[in-house]
């Protein structure tokens, strides 16, 4: 049979998806599902699967360090087969670093997936994950930066709630560990905003830790946010999820302020910013201007791109690279109050009953 142009084009294509043994899936724009599914909630002897899904681990103390502190947590720890594999500054080759992944979610005996640390490079596998896998054997994903790609991906492709929390090399003090612990294990439905710094006790009014209010009100919808550089570089991908009523937050480290105009501009003309019921700018990191007396300064920016959206919005929430990483659940229904910079879970992140087969 003679195959006209198109038709051999979709041949082909259908053949190299299927010659990846871990089934590469090509593109298509539009494919995120309506349908959301909760992991069920850990408890104390879980299993967790370390893994290096974008930079490189070269010390292997390190997965020692993570590992006194999964146990810490009361569970136990599994290492990935490629956790130390390297591949320049990358954990491992895309296939590898996938097939990590893969083979955790379709492993019975692990409930949680922990990455070791960020970096560069969780992009690069997306198209190489079993998401009818992940989707049949809903577990707890958690990570910050470079894991916006893996957390927003899994959750536009699968509808499962993932998680913007600690990597194992974050501090696990005492605070973090104490959110990590209520929204994972106990499943509670959580009121967060700002903490007071310790060196304002005493003081008249909040010097650090001021939330600043770019327009006042109230909003709920879906939670849906994470690094911005991330999620900028995300768009035009089949892999970010429809921000359609969402409340988008972010946050970022290390970038001038024309870039963070620039990222936001990218968000703008996609139409992102545009769908949103709220927005939430965090900390941004060692973000300073450049241009000196030219420069506008990162609230200046942010009210330019925002204010005209006429919806609750601020910035300030502690909610970035920082000491203490605040778990937050990627696709659950919250209430935001601009105002007062607070965020309210309407519902639990996970399963909490169990049920009878």
Known sequence: MKLNR???????????????????????LGTTTNSTIKPRRLKTGNGVGLISPAGATFL????????????????????APNLLARYGYLGGTDLHRAADINQFFADGKISMLLPIRGGWGCARILPYLDYQVIRRNPKVLVGFSDLTALNLAIYAKTGLITFHGPNGLTSWRAEQVNWFRRVLFAGEKLN???EA??????????????????????ARGRLVGGNLSVISAMVGSAYLPS??????FVEDVGESIYRIDRMLTHLKLAGILQNLRGFI?????????????????????????????????????????????????????VEMDA???????LDSAVVTQTTSS
């Open 60 to 79: 292997p103390e390190e997965v020692e360090i993570v590992q006194d502190a999964v146990k810490a947590l009361g569970m136990t720890p599994y290492l």
């Open 281 to 333: 700018f965090g900390q941004c990191t060692d973000c300073a201007p450049d241009g000196g007396y030219a420069s506008l300064t990162l609230k200046e920016v942010v009210r330019d791109h925002v204010q005209p959206l006429a919806i609750p919005a601020c910035m300030g929430l502690q909610i970035g690279h920082l000491e203490n990483i605040v778990t937050l659940p990627i696709g659950i229904e």
């Open 6 to 28: 198109r038709q051999f084009l979709t041949v082909s294509l259908a053949s190299l998806a299927s010659f990846s043994p871990l089934g590469y899936s090509f593109p298509t």
């Open 192 to 194: 967060f905003g700002n």
């Open 339 to 345: 105002t007062s910079g607070t965020i309210v879970m």
């Open 197 to 218: 710094d310790p060196d304002d006790r005493g003081r008249l009014m909040r010097i650090k830790n001021r939330v600043q209010t770019i327009t006042h009100g109230k």
């Open 243 to 248: 921000f359609e009523g969402a409340i988008l």
